[in-house]
Structures are given as structure tokens and as C-alpha cells.
């Protein structure tokens, strides 16, 4: 249970100044919840994905507060974790998780784990190093790229998979590949807030903003330049509620946002 960002732009950006000083400094502040860990990943110059995580708070880690000033790349997300479900806060389950060009970031928690595995071939579990479910989720998703005509295809197919096997999860993801941003807003069968999360607030208006009644939306906007996508918690005008049960992808050349074909949708979406 995270929050992310992410973003698709014309030149390099910095994650200030997809938010600007106030909205960084409000989305970091988040930490104080979400503070298992945090994660950049981003398309350089050239042409290479690179990331970077920590099992820190990005509250008080002094190299967030520095890659999140540098205009690191026209595209890029960034991932706040909040362990969920006893899983250890360590450098191997902190996000985003990576391979070659790909990088993947979630907010959920999708068990069970053992299920989850049963859907990965020999060479995916081979190529696990921690012990999450997002993980996992990162692994069947390249698994069905590589088996797909196309990375929309690939996707599409997971999720179809996914939402059938598990329900009541939430897949919200962001995938960064070399092509596309992809953005993932599938959790209508989950509780929000989780439960985990009201047991640490003595009400709903104690708990940070949103968190109470849209746990696991997530917003975007289109600027002339830019398109940003994020999850609650940030009380800022300008964004748009991405539709429920819904994914789409951000060509990185283009920054056309194309949403995926043929997802479940919940009734009445």
C-alpha cells in the first residue's frame, strides 16, 4: 500500500517540477505513512532506464531530496512504500523493481503470494530477489510482454488474468518500458481504506487526504508539454480522476495516452 507518480514529458524533468516545491513537498510528506522505502526510475538521455531505491523514508533521506530536484528525464515515476502483510523492509522488496528496461512500481497487496507464484514459469520465479507480491506482479507482467505481439497486448493479457484470479485486490501500477508509461487504475473489488490503514488512525479525518474514501484512487492531468499521473493524497486543483477499472498507456515519443482495449469494467462504469 503506496503512493505513486509518474510522468511523461517533452524534455528532462525533475520531480519538482512535475509538482512544483509546495506539491513535493505535500506528496513526500506522505512518508510519514507510506515511509518503508521509496523509489525513482526514469528514462535518461540515453535512451536507458535508471533507477534508484532505498528501504529509507524519502521523509528524511537526503539522496531523495536530491534526485528529486534533477531533471533526471522526460519520463519517469517515483514509488513511497508502505510495507503491507509482515513483508520485510529491505533493499530487495523496495520499489521500483527492475529489469533492463523495464521498471515497475504498485500500490496493493495482492495474496495470496503462493497464488500469485503459481502464475510465474521456472525462469520468472528464477528471477525474484525479495519476497513481495509487487514483485511477483512485475514478473507476470514482463512474462506475458514476452509471450505478446506487443507490450499493450502483454498488459492487457495480465491484468485480464489477474482481475479474474484476484478480484478483490488492487493492481494500481506504474510500468515504465522503453516505448510507454503504462498506468494502471484496477481495484474496484478492494476495501478502501484497507484495513490495516484504520487501525492506525483513531477516525477517517485523521488519516491523510483522501486516504479515508479514495485509498487507491488515482489522478492525472495533460499539460501542453506533460502528462503526470498520481495517487491520492495530494490536495491540489488540476487533476482528473483516472475512469475506474481502467488501464492506459503514454507513448514516451508522443505523449499520446492511449487507453488499453477490452478490461473488465465494474457495473455502472
Known amino acids: 500500500m503506496c503512493r505513486l507518480l509518474g510522468y511523461v514529458a517533452s524534455r528532462p524533468l525533475a520531480a519538482v517540477d512535475v509538482l512544483g516545491s509546495s506539491g513535493l513537498k505535500a506528496f513526500t510528506s506522505l512518508a510519514s505513512l507510506h515511509g518503508d522505502g521509496w523509489g525513482l526510475a526514469w528514462r535518461g538521455a540515453d535512451q536507458l532506464t535508471h533507477a534508484v531505491s532505498r528501504p529509507d523514508s524519502a521523509a528524511t533521506d537526503p539522496l531523495y531530496a536530491e534526485l528529486t530536484g534533477q531533471p533526471l528525464g522526460p ?58 507480491d509487487s514483485e511477483r506482479y512485475f514478473r507476470f507482467v514482463l512474462q506475458c510482454i514476452a509471450e505478446s505481439d506487443t507490450e499493450a497486448d502483454g498488459v492487457t493479457r495480465a491484468l485480464h488474468t489477474l ?49 479515508a474514501t479514495e485509498y487507491y484512487a488515482m489522478y492525472y492531468r ?38 488499453l482495449a477490452l478490461l473488465p469494467v465494474s457495473p455502472g462504469a
Not at 509482515?86 to 500500490?107: I, W
Open 75 to 132: 519520463a519517469g515515476l517515483v514509488h513511497l512504500r508502505r510495507a503491507t502483510g509482515g513483508l520485510p523492509v529491505v533493499p530487495e522488496n523496495t520499489h521500483p523493481f527492475t529489469d533492463g528496461d523495464y521498471a515497475f512500481a504498485h500500490n496493493g497487496n495482492i495474496t495470496p503470494i503462493a497464488r500469485l507464484e503459481e502464475l510465474l514459469t521456472p525462469a520468472s520465479m528464477a528471477k525474484l530477489r525479495g519476497d513481495t
Open 163 to 211: 482481475v479474474q484470479e484476484f478480484p478483490n485486490v488492487s493492481l494500481n501500477a506504474l510500468l515504465l518500458t522503453p516505448t510507454a508509461l503504462f498506468a494502471i487504475h484496477m481495484n474496484s473489488g478492494a476495501t478502501s481504506p484497507p484495513r490495516a490503514l484504520s487501525e492506525l488512525y483513531p477516525s477517517d479525518a485523521d488519516m491523510p487526504h483522501r486516504h
Open 222 to 259: 495533460v499539460t501542453p508539454d506533460a502528462v503526470h499521473v498520481i495517487s491520492s493524497g495530494l490536495d491540489e486543483p488540476g487533476w482528473m480522476h483516472v475512469p475506474p477499472d481502467s488501464a492506459a498507456m503514454i507513448d514516451l515519443r508522443t505523449r499520446e495516452l492511449t487507453r
